[in-house]
Nanobody
Framework: QVQLVESGGGLVQAGGSLRLSCAAS????????MGWFRQSPGKEREFVAA????????YYADSVKGRFAIARDNAVNTAYLQMNSLKPEATAVYYC????????????????????WGQGTQVPVSS
């Protein structure tokens, strides 16, 4: 079992930056694929970024490439999402997710890939 707790959300102005954290329990965090998703009111949950279970590959939605960066620190069982040049349309609840299975490539873009989810953290972006 893995428990995930997000933090770092909050109101930010358009053009600003924010770093989200996802603290994970469990001894094998380093072998989990990790992803970030977001959900805006009235919309479906959408993929934002992920890295593979090996930690060697990263994946990004086209809408955030060049502005967001995903990272992990296995020593403290924490994943991060650095968000720069935020736009009002980025307003959403952001969720981190984990999977213990050995997926690859486009699998990480799909929410059904992930077994474990955090409770989410709100990120309102004001215009």
């Amino acid at each position: 079992q893995v428990q995930l707790v997000e933090s770092g959300g909050g109101l930010v102005q358009a053009g600003g930056s924010l770093r989200l954290s996802c603290a994970a329990s469990g001894r094998t965090f380093s072998r989990y694929g990790m992803g970030w998703f977001r959900q805006s009111p009235g919309k479906e949950r959408e993929f934002v970024a992920a890295f593979s279970w090996t930690g060697s590959r990263t994946y990004y939605a086209d809408s955030v490439k060049g502005r967001f960066a995903i990272a992990r620190d296995n020593a403290v069982n924490t994943a991060y999402l650095q968000m720069n040049s935020l736009k009002p349309e980025a307003t959403a609840v952001y969720y981190c997710a984990a999977t213990g299975s050995m997926y690859s490539g486009s699998d990480y873009f799909s929410a059904v890939t992930y077994n474990y989810w955090g409770q989410g953290t709100q990120v309102p972006v004001s215009s």
